[in-house]
């Protein structure tokens, strides 16, 4: 009986070598539309809560701010102005208490004997005192860190200057940052922009100012006066994309569409305003809270008068307390320096602080 020969196994998943699948790639359509209207959608989205944000910051500061402000002097002047010149007086007692503690610390002195010297400097101030002449030096004023005084001779090498040249030629790229005269092939600018994103950045500066400058405005909004600054902003710091973006923005704003607007600037348009939305909600958050919000809404002045006054009145008692607290300190100073019967000399401060390392 003859045996067959066991026939060769073959997976099921694997193809001949010369199989036309193995030559071709799976081609996987993208929705685009789709993607590019959920974008879309975002973007609107943002800039409505955007608009509805401005609206209630800028429904705040223009009118019920200056409501209120009316009506709080209108029936609490008095409180107001004993408010503001309890204020005023603190300060001063402060600035006074604060050169009294200087005088002590470094003159070693008690604060009486400080307190004494401060007021004695108040009554009889003394002119400032010209610096002697160093070796070689001119007289006349130093600035406090020590520069010599712009004599008109170049020639003369800086010793700080010196000092920080070799720096950059050890640490450095072997040149001061200010020797460069113009950017070389794939070189930067002072900026530290490439010379190439330069001259865009410039082309897009130029469109920006065009639309922008408050010169050629009929009206200039707060929308654009925020585009405007931002706008200078990025072409200090060489943001290129930052200008494309505001620069769409204002196109979108004139022609009041997005058809020609690309899928990732309207990406980056989004996050933008999104940035923007973040900080006008932070500005909201503390206004909330001042009792001049929704002023101009309110029909409860009687309850909103109650508890003004009851807020200005804890202001003024605190404010009462701490500068009975600040007069007392200051009055135990003068008794104590009235019996000190023959003060020392005041010792005078240098002219320039010089430390040894």
């Known amino acids: 009986m003859k045996r067959r020969a066991p026939r060769p196994q073959t997976s099921s998943h694997a193809a001949p070598h010369n199989h036309p699948a193995n030559h071709s790639r799976a081609l996987v359509r993208v929705d685009g539309a789709g993607i590019r209207k959920k974008i879309k959608k975002d973007y609107e989205k943002a800039l409505r809560v955007l608009e509805n944000s401005r609206r209630q910051l800028d429904q705040f500061h223009q009118t019920d701010l200056p409501q209120f402000t009316r009506w709080l002097n209108t029936h609490f002047g008095a409180l107001l102005t004993e408010l503001r010149e309890l204020s005023q007086k603190m300060a001063a007692d402060e600035e006074l208490i604060i050169q009294v503690e200087n005088e002590a610390m470094f003159s070693g002195c008690s604060d009486a004997r400080a307190y004494q010297w401060v007021m004695e400097l108040r009554e009889n101030p003394e002119p400032p005192q010209p610096r002697p002449a160093g070796d070689g030096e001119p007289a006349g004023e130093r600035d406090p860190f020590g520069s010599r005084p712009e004599s008109g001779n170049d020639d003369e090498e800086d010793p700080m200057e010196e000092l920080m040249n070799e720096f ?31 001259t865009r950045l410039k082309e897009l500066y130029r469109a920006v100012v065009r639309r922008l400058h408050p010169d050629s405005q009929r009206e200039m909004t707060v929308q654009k006066t925020e585009w405007w600054h931002q706008a200078q902003a990025a072409y200090e710091a060489g943001d290129a994309e930052q200008l494309e973006v505001i620069l769409t923005l204002c196109e979108i704003g004139d022609s009041g569409t997005t058809a020609h607007t690309s899928a990732s600037l309207l990406q980056r348009i989004t996050a ?23 002023f101009s809404r309110r029909a409860d002045h009687d309850a909103l008068a109650v508890q003004t006054r009851r807020s200005l009145m804890g202001d003024l008692e605190r404010m009462r307390y701490q500068c009975r607290t600040i007069q007392e300190m200051i009055a135990r100073w003068k008794v104590a320096a009235e019996r000190i019967k023959q003060p020392r000399r005041r010792k005078p401060y240098p002219q320039s602080m010089e430390f040894s390392f």
């Open 272 to 294: 933008q305003l999104k940035k923007s939305l973040r900080e006008i909600k932070r500005q909201l958050a503390g206004q909330r809270r001042d009792l001049a919000w929704n």
């Open 168 to 198: 950059f030629r050890k640490f450095g790229s072997g040149a001061r940052p200010q020797d460069n005269h113009g950017p070389r092939n794939g070189q930067h600018t002072e900026s530290g922009v490439p010379a190439q994103a330069s």
